[in-house]
């Protein structure tokens, strides 16, 4: 049986998963519903873009359907919890935000409620996120074929332990900050070696591209890195100065402080 979908949240993370589910899933869905907090605008607009029905009432249509996607910040979810408890009867309620793992959720919802956890890169909106998932105590196979059909809609996906995902935020939400940060610092050394603003993203960003697309094929990263460094030559020059720099361990550190942070 096909399910339907209700998103709680129409933000850019929700359209991100819509878009991915009508361009690459629709003929294994069958209706999707969206509602927000106080905007009927951007309902309006999910459906002209997606054909999604809105919903202005959150409550209107929750025990029709098979799904709930919880695509609001992490900070609502108490109130919305509150809100569709009575409501809850066998759907599968998934959320996507940072820091709300399964346990959180079935602490808060009717007991043996299957529940999921989604956490997704920005990347989503070009169908490129790699995602982490989980699931809580009362999943079935049912349930894990409807996380898998919504956590491959937007990317690639790995299943993980909530712990895990805990940890691996950092690595996978938040690193693509630290790469931006790196391609930040060469477009301003191009810049710095003559070229205009424009010229300096395309060549970056181009060799960004090709690199990962390199990653891709699954050559290692090391011999990759090998294959571009003659010995003695002009790149080990350059990699010479980022050891120095302790790249490594700085690289380590941003991941250890972010999650430090987000342990609050
Ligand atoms: N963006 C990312 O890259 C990313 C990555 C991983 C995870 N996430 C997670 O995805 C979730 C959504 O992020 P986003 O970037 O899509 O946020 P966003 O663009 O700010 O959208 C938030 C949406 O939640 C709605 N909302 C807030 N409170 C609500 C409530 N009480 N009831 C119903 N709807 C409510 C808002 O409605 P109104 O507009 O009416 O207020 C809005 O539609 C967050 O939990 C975030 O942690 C995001």
């Known amino acids: ?5 209700l ?31 106080s905007n009927p605008t951007r309902l309006k607009e999910l459906e002209s873009k997606y054909g999604v029905i809105p919903k202005n009432q959150l409550i209107d249509r929750i025990t029709q359907v098979d799904i709930i996607v919880l695509a609001m910040p992490p900070k609502d979810h108490e109130e919305v919890l509150k809100n569709i408890y009575p409501y809850i009867t066998n759907q599968l309620i998934i959320t996507i935000a940072a820091g709300i793992g399964p346990e959180h ?14 956490m997704p890169n920005t990347a989503a909106e070009v169908g490129q996120s790699i995602s982490l998932y989980a699931y809580g105590h009362f999943i079935t196979d049912t349930h894990k074929q409807q996380m898998e059909l919504i956590v491959n809609s937007i990317g690639a996906s790995q299943y993980c332990s909530e712990e895990e995902i805990h940890k691996l935020t950092a690595i996978t939400g938040s690193s693509p900050a630290f790469l ?19 010229v300096a993203q395309k060549l970056v960003t181009e060799m960004v591209i090709g690199s990962a697309e390199m990653l891709k094929t699954g050559k290692l990263p090391s011999d990759l890195r090998e294959q571009v460094t003659t010995p ?7 990699l010479k100065v980022l050891k120095m720099g302790n790249f490594e361990q700085l690289i380590k550190n941003a991941v250890i402080a972010t999650n430090k942070k987000a342990k609050g």
Do not use: C
């Open 105 to 118: 959720l079935e602490k808060r919802l009717p007991k043996e409620t299957a529940v999921g956890w989604i």
């Open 7 to 37: 998103f709680v949240g129409a933000g850019r993370m929700a359209e991100a998963i819509i878009s991915g589910l009508q361009n690459k899933k629709h003929d294994q869905i069958k209706d999707i519903f969206v509602t927000n907090k």
């Open 1 to 5: 049986m096909k399910p339907s979908i």
């Open 232 to 238: 003695g030559g002009a790149t080990a020059e350059g």
């Open 180 to 198: 931006y940060q790196f391609v930040e610092s060469l477009i301003s050394m191009t810049e710095e070696l003559g070229m205009t603003k424009d």
